[in-house]
Structure formats: structure tokens, C-alpha cells
């Protein structure tokens, strides 16, 4: 199975402690970011601090989308409140509130191409695709046809001309980038995944899944510590997030 670990070692670059720490990500440059309920933190690739982000007014942050890290998406769930931040973790624009405009029960939101954003929304049960000035463009109706409607989609990506929903029960639904289905995966994700070179990464216990989307293959990946309860990874970047501590590795091939 050809993936960024196949004969490769991780080799730990820097640690940092914590005790409140809820998601980690790292982006395309390489940069790495830390995630509490109300504050984000972006560091470079040693582990200077680089710049912080803190919004108070609007409860948990629900998700954060570092695909393009110019255009960084934050959504508050509870509040229905979108931000956009750029790289140094400023607004690019004013908030934007979803109820004010027109949009209840926003359930996941993720970047999209060319600045643009992806919603779904449980209320009518509809993908919809705005652009970078948040117009609408793209409609994509009846997805209680393709997912049960008992089920909440809990999280979104788009990678590599592919839009992935993953839903409460595990299964991740893949949409091509004008929304058409292409299939559904039941393989048991919970809550956190993510995409690199076509193949699907997720956590188990204390391992790292693999599925090939390509080969039509799974394996396991053994980590290099104990009680992983986050990740990201890009490129030659690994990112693992414990109860205590942050940890940064590269692949050595």
C-alpha cells in the first residue's frame, strides 16, 4: 500500500505540554496549530509561537479548517457564527452570522476551493457551496436520499477535488467538488480524519487506520506514543495530540 508511512520512521522534532488542549492540525506549509475550546495558537516549524486567536463571545469553537492557510475557517455551532481569519490569525472579513442570514441548523463547515466555503444543513437536509464573497453557487438537495436522516454529519472536507461528510455512525459519504455522490465508506471513523495522496487516515486505538481509496485496502499504523486522542498530518508532517502534550514528528524516509 503506497501512503506517506511505507518504509518510513518518525522522528520526533518538538513537544509541548498542555492540559486543556482539544484538536491539533498542521497545514500545507507546515505550520502547526493547537486548538482549545475558545483559543487557537499557530507555530512554526520549530515550535516558536507564531501568533494566537481568542473569540469569547461565541461559545466552543466546533471546527477549524486549515486547508488553505490564507483563509482560515472557524465555525461556532452553537452560535451559528462563521469567522474568517487569515495567516496571522486576523479577521479577513466580519463575522458572518448564519441565522441573520437565513441559514438554521448549519451542522458542519469546511473551506472549498478558490476561497470558498462548503455548509449542510440538517434543517432541509442540503450541501451548499458559496463563493469567496459568500454568494451561493452550488445546491446540492435530498442528501436524506444518500444519508439517513437519523444521522448527524459531524464533520466536512474537501481534498483533492473530493468533498468528504462523515456522519455520527462512522461512515464517510464522498461527493465530487460539483456534489455529485461517488460512495460511502462504513469503516468506523470517530469524528477526526483526514485525507492525503487518496488515502483516508483515522484514529483507533492508539493507531493510525489507512484506507486506500485508490487500492481498496486498510491497514494499521503503530503510533510512537501511547494515548493518542488527536492528529493531523501533511505531507512529511505528523502531528499527535495526548492528555498532556503536543507532539511534532517528520518521516525520515
Not at 78 to 107: A, C, S, V
Not at 148 to 155: A, G, K, R, T, Y
Amino acid at each position: 500500500m503506497s501512503n506517506i508511512f511505507a518504509q518510513s520512521n518518525l522522528k520526533l522534532i518538538y513537544t509541548i505540554s498542555h492540559n486543556n488542549l482539544q484538536k491539533v492540525a498542521v497545514d500545507n506549509l507546515l505550520n502547526v496549530y493547537s486548538l482549545t475550546d475558545t483559543e487557537i495558537k499557530k507555530y512554526n516549524r520549530q515550535d516558536t509561537l507564531f501568533t494566537r486567536f481568542s473569540e469569547l463571545n461565541y461559545g466552543e469553537i466546533y471546527s477549524a479548517d486549515f486547508s488553505n492557510p490564507m483563509r482560515i475557517t472557524v465555525f461556532y455551532r452553537d452560535f451559528n457564527k462563521l469567522i474568517i481569519l487569515d495567516n496571522t490569525l486576523n479577521y479577513l472579513r466580519n463575522p458572518i452570522d448564519l441565522i441573520e442570514d437565513g441559514y438554521n441548523q448549519i451542522h458542519a463547515v469546511c473551506s472549498s476551493y478558490d476561497g470558498g466555503i462548503w455548509m449542510y444543513s440538517r434543517e432541509n437536509f442540503t450541501l451548499n457551496r458559496y463563493t469567496i464573497n459568500f454568494q451561493k453557487d452550488r445546491t446540492v438537495p435530498n442528501l436524506n436520499t444518500i444519508i439517513d436522516p437519523e444521522l448527524e454529519v459531524v464533520s466536512m472536507l474537501e481534498k483533492d477535488n473530493k468533498l468528504y461528510l462523515l456522519a455520527d455512525n462512522g461512515t464517510l459519504y464522498i461527493f465530487d467538488i460539483f456534489g455529485a455522490y461517488i460512495k460511502s465508506l462504513p469503516i468506523g471513523i470517530e469524528r477526526e480524519f483526514a485525507v492525503f495522496s487518496n488515502i483516508v487516515y483515522w484514529l483507533k486505538n492508539d493507531e493510525l487506520n489507512a484506507y486506500d481509496l485508490s487500492m481498496f485496502v486498510e491497514r494499521r499504523i503503530s503510533l510512537p506514543i501511547k494515548g493518542v486522542k488527536g492528529f493531523s498530518l501533511h505531507s512529511n508532517r505528523v502531528v499527535l495530540l495526548t492528555t498532556d502534550k503536543l507532539a511534532v514528528y517528520s518521516i525520515e524516509n
